[in-house]
């Protein structure tokens, strides 16, 4: 142990709509056990970003952005 007392993962996705993928995400980050902490970020939201938050879940998206 390295003297941290909290772990933090960092969960990615291209968007938070409504798939299977997202589904385990949003499960693992809701879920994930002391001494970790989970952070999702997003490039789009969708119906699970709004899941996340009532569980307690930290979720940024950054929205995409044409070229």
């Avoid at 902490?37 to 899941?51: K, M, N, P, R």
């Amino acid at each position: 142990m390295t003297g941290y007392s909290q772990r933090r993962a960092l969960l990615l996705s291209d968007c938070l709509g409504n798939g299977g993928l997202e589904r385990q995400l949003g499960l693992l980050a809701a879920n994930i056990e002391s001494p970790w902490t989970a952070e999702v970020l997003a490039i789009d939201g969708g119906v699970y970003e709004a899941w996340l938050r009532e569980h307690g879940v930290r979720v940024r998206v950054c929205g995409r952005r044409g070229v």
